[in-house]
C-alpha cells in the first residue's frame, strides 16, 4: 500500500478550523496540522495540542490502527501573508521575492519567531514545515527558512512539505510549484531534511460535498508513496474566512469518506507525528 500523508492546514485561524483539525486528528484522518503561530488565538489553540507520543504510530491494513489512531504530528505553516507582521499580499510578496528584494535578515528573524512561538506554546519543535498559501519556497524565503531550519533543528530536522507537481496535477498546482518547489527540495535535500515531494489538494475551493469527494478519491488515487495530500478543514464557516464553506465541505468528506476512498485506491495514511526527544 502507498503511504499518503494528509496534512490540515491553517491550526490556529479561527476556532472553527481548531475544532476541525482536532476532531480528524483525534478521529486518526490526519498524518499532521500546520500551526500559524502569529495568529491570536494561536497560544489558546495551542493549549489543546495532544502532548506527543511516546512512541512512532504503528501499521496495519486498513491504515487505522489502534497504534496510530489519533497520531497527527504538529507542524509550522510559516506565514507572511495574513497575520505576521511583515505580512504583505500574496501578489506583492511574489514580486518582491522574485526581484530578491526582501530583506534576508527580517526573513530569518521572522522565521526564527515564528518557530519559537511553536516551540514555546507546545514544548517541543515543529514535526514539519510547510507555508501558508506556498510562500516557504519563494526566492529568499526558502533560501531563508532551511538556513534557520538546519541551524536550529540540527541533528532532529523536521519533515519539510513540498508543494511539487506533476502534469495531470491542474493548473493551479503546476502555477504553485513553478514558483519554487523544486528549488527548495534541492536546499532541504542537501540539509539533510526529508520532505514529501509533491503536494496534492489543490483546487479553486468550488463546488459541493460530492465534488470535493470525487476530488478527493482522484488525488489519493494518483497519489504515490510518501506524498502529501493538503487540506482544510472547520466545523463552521465563520465571518471573515473567504473560504469558509469549502472548509465545512472538507470536513465533513474527510470525516465520513477518507477511510473508506484510502481503502479503495490502495492508500494508508502516515503520520508525521515524532516522540519526544530522548525518548
Request: one cysteine or more; a negative charge.
Amino acid at each position: 500500500m502507498r503511504t499518503v500523508f494528509v496534512t490540515a492546514d491553517d491550526y490556529g485561524f479561527n476556532a472553527a478550523v481548531d475544532d476541525g483539525i482536532l476532531a480528524l486528528a483525534e478521529a486518526g484522518r490526519l498524518a499532521g496540522a500546520g500551526c500559524m503561530t502569529r495568529a491570536p488565538g494561536w497560544r489558546a489553540a495551542a493549549a489543546r495540542i495532544p502532548p506527543p507520543p511516546a512512541t512512532p504510530g504503528g501499521d496495519a491494513e486498513d491504515g487505522l490502527s489502534q497504534d496510530s489512531r489519533g497520531v497527527c504530528g504538529w507542524g509550522l505553516h510559516l506565514d507572511l501573508t495574513e497575520f505576521s507582521p511583515q505580512r504583505r499580499g500574496l501578489w506583492p510578496l511574489i514580486a518582491a521575492s522574485l526581484m530578491r528584494r526582501l530583506d534576508p535578515a527580517a526573513l530569518r528573524a521572522e522565521i526564527t519567531a515564528q518557530c519559537m512561538l511553536f516551540e514555546d506554546a507546545t514544548g517541543h519543535a515543529p514535526d514539519y514545515v510547510d507555508g501558508h498559501q506556498h510562500v516557504h519556497q519563494l526566492p529568499q524565503v526558502r533560501e531563508a527558512l532551511v538556513e534557520v531550519l538546519a541551524e536550529r533543528y540540527a541533528g532532529r530536522l523536521p519533515w519539510l512539505r513540498i508543494s511539487g507537481a506533476r502534469v495531470g496535477d491542474g493548473a493551479k498546482a503546476l502555477f504553485i510549484a513553478a514558483l519554487g518547489a523544486d528549488e527548495l527540495e534541492r536546499l532541504a535535500t542537501a540539509a539533510g531534511m526529508d520532505c514529501m515531494p509533491r503536494l496534492l489538494g489543490a483546487y479553486g475551493f468550488d463546488g459541493d460535498a460530492e465534488g470535493y469527494r470525487r476530488r478527493l478519491g482522484d488525488w489519493l488515487a494518483r497519489a504515490a508513496d510518501g506524498h502529501a495530500l493538503m487540506v482544510h478543514p472547520a466545523t463552521g464557516a465563520l465571518s471573515g474566512d473567504p473560504i469558509g464553506p469549502a472548509r465545512v465541505r472538507e470536513y465533513g468528506v474527510l470525516m465520513d469518506h477518507l477511510p473508506g476512498l484510502m481503502a479503495a485506491t490502495g492508500t494508508r495514511p502516515g503520520s508525521l507525528a515524532r516522540p519526544p526527544a530522548g525518548s
